[in-house]
């Protein structure tokens, strides 16, 4: 039973405030839980709410959501039983009473949704992964690792936001995070040698300033054979270009380069891009509301690699029921704010896997020490995660605990994708 829920503002890894839960239970079990926050954040997404005193943080103080916490939120579910995160959801979503959280803040939500599961999992004596998993969860995620930033995410010139390796030959998930931390190193010293900046983004990825898209998948592929791998066997790259942030009044135009595309042009440099690289993933190719557009890129390109709808569908089952039944886009990536609860964010993944769509579970550019995630990853057996480079502590923390996870699996883990 919940006796009692208590909210309050910390920090995140960009300095901005965020909200932390915490939950106890009647038998003395405590969970807590922090809230991370995206900055390309999608406009589809749950509402975050913010307090928009400027006086405190430049107006991103989180204590309206955590007065909705400790005034609205704990009264209505104590005595509620702390293990039935389906039920503590409902609550969650009836007591916000609006389509997309504003009425609370799904900052707010998230962050009792979250508390509640971790500490059911306390009370019940069961690691994280397992309590929301089942005896199912075996599955090491592959991660899709973002060692160069660009976009949202660095004040560098370049325009898709993150080149990530696939470390997809590996044989263990601990072996597959090695391979990536040493190809992050042989990309640092790389760009050491250039005489380019080994300064990191949001992400931890580096962020130098360079020539052309070409130039910066180039340098990963050197990078990634300068370590002794190779591509297609050991490694495949991914994109996120993140382009609803290149959303025009007609079309696209990339901020930083000022270049401008149609859908059409778009699709036809993804095209070509695919075409000359190893690329297996390609995140938000196209914006969030070009659903068409989406469906022509499907077509042409579904066969050959994860197109994965991140602002597209905000980890929302009526948006992802679009994406289905228009045949737009084949993965969807998973970020549990999105959504403002638990059971919603399983609900959009046990959707997408009915239809066929892979599933990335995945951080927000702004996190913190929670390693949730890492253990819905495992939960959910979801094949993938993005959770940045190997290098930033609020991303290696998400990376230590699936080895944590993987130990205790022992010969049982297997290693997804
Ligand atoms: P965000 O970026 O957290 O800033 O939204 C992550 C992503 O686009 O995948
Ligand atoms: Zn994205």
Redesign the pocket.
């Known amino acids: 039973k919940i006796v009692s829920i208590k909210g309050r503002e910390i920090l995140d890894s960009r300095g901005n405030p965020t909200v932390e839960c915490v939950v106890r239970l009647s038998g003395g079990d405590v969970g807590r839980a922090a809230v991370p926050s995206?900055?390309?954040?999608g406009q589809f997404e749950a509402h975050e709410l913010r307090d928009g005193d400027s006086s405190r943080y430049g107006g991103k103080g989180v204590l309206a959501a955590v007065q909705n916490i400790t005034k609205t939120i704990a009264p209505a579910l104590y005595g509620m039983d702390g293990a039935n995160i389906r039920a503590i959801d409902r609550a969650l979503v009836e007591l916000d009473g609006t389509e997309n959280k504003r009425g609370l803040g799904a900052n707010a939500t998230l962050g009792v949704s979250l508390a509640c599961a971790r500490a059911a999992c306390r009370a019940l004596g069961l690691p994280l992964y397992r309590y929301l998993g089942g005896v199912r969860a075996d599955t090491l995620p592959v991660p899709m690792m973002n060692i160069l930033n660009g976009g949202?995410?660095a004040s560098n010139n370049v325009d898709i936001?993150?080149f990530m390796i696939m470390p997809v030959g590996a044989a263990s998930f601990s072996e597959g995070l090695r391979w990536c931390a040493q190809v992050y190193h042989s990309l640092g010293s790389l760009l050491r040698a250039r005489g380019l900046s080994t300064g990191v983004g949001?992400e931890g990825g580096f962020a130098p300033d360079l020539s052309s898209d070409s130039e910066a998948i180039e340098l990963i592929i050197e990078a990634v054979e300068g370590a002794g791998f190779e591509m297609h066997t050991d490694f495949m790259l991914a994109l996120?270009a993140?382009a609803s942030e290149w959303t025009a009044e007609y079309g696209y135009r990339l901020p930083k380069l000022g270049r401008s595309y149609d859908t059409d042009s778009l699709i036809a440099y993804w095209q070509d891009l695919l075409g000359r690289y190893p690329i297996c993933s390609l995140?938000?190719p196209l914006g969030e509301e070009d659903f068409i557009g989406w469906a022509s890129l499907t077509e042409k390109l579904g066969s050959k690699a994860m197109l994965v709808g991140?602002?597209l569908f905000v980890t929302n089952t009526e948006r992802l029921r679009q994406g289905i039944e228009l045949r737009a886009g084949n993965a969807i990536?998973i970020?549990v704010n999105q959504i403002g609860t638990l059971s919603e964010s399983l609900d959009a993944i046990e959707m997408a896997k009915k239809a066929g769509f892979r599933t990335i579970i995945?951080?927000?550019?702004?996190e913190t020490e929670d390693t949730t995630i890492a253990d819905l990853a495992v939960a959910v057996n979801a094949g993938y995660i993005?959770t940045g480079a190997p290098c930033r502590s609020e991303r290696v923390a998400k990376y230590n605990q699936l080895l944590r996870i993987e130990e205790q699996l022992g010969c049982s883990a297997r290693y997804g994708g």
């Open positions: 995206g900055a390309s954040t949202a995410h936001q993150e949001d996120d993140a995140e938000d991140d602002d990536l970020k995945s951080h927000r550019s702004g993005k």
